[in-house]
């Protein structure tokens, strides 16, 4: 009897948990980030590609990301981020992939 109460209260946490690995798992394969975040990914890849200057891409990266948390959170952003800068790189735009790939090995090294 006690070993089922005490498997009924484990339960719950369990499934958080397992519902954060699946989102996780999830958020991490690029086509899913395309299918979830394509408005925002064909928006900032089109205004980052647009920049003239890499004072103009870093403040246009940095419009890309507020938003994305502000809509989103930031569990996903690691993953947003690889997805556009493969966009841009798809595009032409070298440079701002490697700026939008270089904003995101920092964001994941803080976490």
Not at 14 to 40: F, V
Request: proline content about 3%.
């Amino acid at each position: 009897m006690v070993a089922a109460s005490t498997a009924a209260r484990a339960s719950p946490v369990d499934d958080e948990t397992m519902n954060h690995a699946k989102s996780s798992r999830r958020a991490s394969s690029p086509a899913w980030c395309e299918d979830h975040y394509g408005l925002q990914l064909a928006r900032g890849s089109s205004h980052i590609a647009s920049t003239l200057t890499p004072a103009t891409r870093a403040d246009a990266i940095a419009e890309v990301i507020e938003e994305f948390e502000a809509l989103f959170g930031l569990d996903d952003l690691a993953a947003f981020l690889e997805v556009l800068a493969q966009r841009l790189e798809n595009r032409g735009a070298r440079e701002a992939s490697a700026d939008v790939a270089n904003v995101m090995l920092r964001a994941t090294r803080r976490r």
